[in-house]
């Protein structure tokens, strides 16, 4: 098994910033990828970014340019800087892992608890 534990979400006004954090942990585990989703009641939950072990980013249209991923592969930790942020940003923000448990085939996804994030106009 594995487990994510975010941090960081608050509240915080239009044009202001946010850092989110997810670190995993676990045993006999390699990560594919990871990547924040978010999720506003009513609304199935979005990609915001991912990030794959090489490096590989991709982000929704909608936060380009305004947010950032990041991961240190040594610390199993993925980051989500959050700039300029809009009251549209406002949600739930889930981390997710890509896994592949040692010994195995096949990815695994994993979930953290979600971290609200709130951006007040």
């Known amino acids: 098994q594995v487990q994510l534990v975010e941090s960081g979400g608050g509240l915080v006004q239009a044009g202001g910033s946010l850092r989110v954090s997810c670190v995993a942990s676990g045993s006999d585990f390699r990560i594919n990828a990871m990547g924040w989703y978010r999720q506003v009641p009513g609304k199935q939950r979005e990609l915001v970014a991912r990030i794959i072990s090489g490096g590989t980013t991709n982000y929704a249209d909608s936060v380009k340019g305004r947010f950032t991923i990041s991961r240190d592969n040594a610390k199993n930790t993925v980051y989500l800087q959050m700039n300029s942020l809009k009251p549209e940003d406002t949600a739930v923000y889930y981390c997710?892992?890509?896994?592949?448990?040692?010994?195995?085939?096949?990815?695994?996804?994993?979930w953290g608890q979600g971290t609200q994030v709130t951006v007040s106009s």
């Open positions: 997710n892992a890509e896994v592949v448990v040692v010994g195995t085939v096949g990815l695994l996804f994993f």
